[in-house]
């Protein structure tokens, strides 16, 4: 992996990790493109540098993390699911990590319910974050873990779960990105155990590269975030909806079709 190609999957990273059409799909299909999936460094650049997008939401709403202890709390609660499943399932979820079909089919399949959910789930209940109680975050936690499998959106999963529960969709959508801090942190010192323990060392260059990505992916992502909620609060999740289903079906067609995505 070289600095242009690092600084592509940043970009990426940066747009995609808070919207619901799923950053690591985009960054599986990306280095796909590019040759460059099937490295073990190229895997864990794709999930450290949501490390450096992640950490936007600390800036972006510093305050908000330390407003309670309580606050804290809840978000271990909606994190436990994550950190129980993703111990179980790793090595199925490295194997996923590979398959642009796999990233495909969930991009067709959330992209059809993000076409009426905000039908499904007009009636709220919770306006405010701190009207989450323990068992709403172990719900929204739960529904998290669908995102283990390539494609389905982290961001997607826990806020259209927070709806279905009752939260607005400003508050999920919040909440979301709280939660992702605990679990990009637990996630990417994983990869790094996981990295160091099948043998692989990482080089002075490629430690410059993971500096550079996650930079980028950290500015990319302050200027998504805000956007993202703006749009989502007047207009919804059809948008995204459409572009799941078009972006997934042309990988389908592409990948039925006869071109290997491993060498275009």
């Not at 992996?1 to 299909?29: C, K, N, R, W, Y």
């Not at 990869?191 to 043998?199: A, H, R």
């Not at 996650?214 to 999740?237: C, M, P, R």
Request: hydrophobic share 55%.
């Amino acid at each position: 992996m070289d600095f242009l190609q690092a600084i592509i999957l940043a970009v990426i990273e940066g747009l995609t990790e808070f919207l619901p059409v799923s950053s690591t799909g985009h960054m599986i299909v990306a280095s796909s493109v590019m040759g460059i999936a099937s490295d073990p460094f190229v895997k864990l650049f794709t999930i450290v540098i949501q490390l450096g997008a992640i950490l936007s939401v600390i800036v972006l709403y510093f305050k908000r993390f330390f407003q309670s202890f309580n606050f804290y709390l809840k978000l271990i609660v909606a994190f436990i699911p994550a950190a129980v499943f993703g111990l179980l399932l790793s090595d199925k979820i490295d194997q996923m990590l590979e398959s642009p079909m796999t990233v495909a089919i969930s991009l067709v399949i959330g992209g059809v319910i993000l076409l009426f959910v905000d039908k499904w789930f007009s009636h709220t209940t919770i306006h405010e974050e701190k009207e989450i109680n323990y068992l709403t975050a172990l719900k929204i936690g739960f529904f998290q873990c669908l995102a283990m499998i390539p494609g389905t959106s982290r961001s997607g999963a826990s806020i259209v779960g927070g709806m279905s529960i009752g939260l607005s969709r400003k508050v999920a959508a919040e909440f979301s990105f709280f939660l992702a801090v605990p679990t990009m942190f637990a996630a990417t010192a994983k990869k790094l155990l996981d990295f160091y323990q099948e043998g692989h060392t990482i080089t002075s260059q490629q430690v410059q590269v993971l500096a550079v990505g996650n930079i980028v992916a950290f500015i990319v992502a302050l200027l998504a975030i805000k956007s993202f909620i703006g749009y989502l609060n007047k207009n919804g999740f059809r948008m995204f909806g459409w572009y799941r289903i078009i972006a997934g079906l042309i990988i389908i067609a592409l990948l039925q079709s006869g071109h290997n995505l491993q060498i275009i």
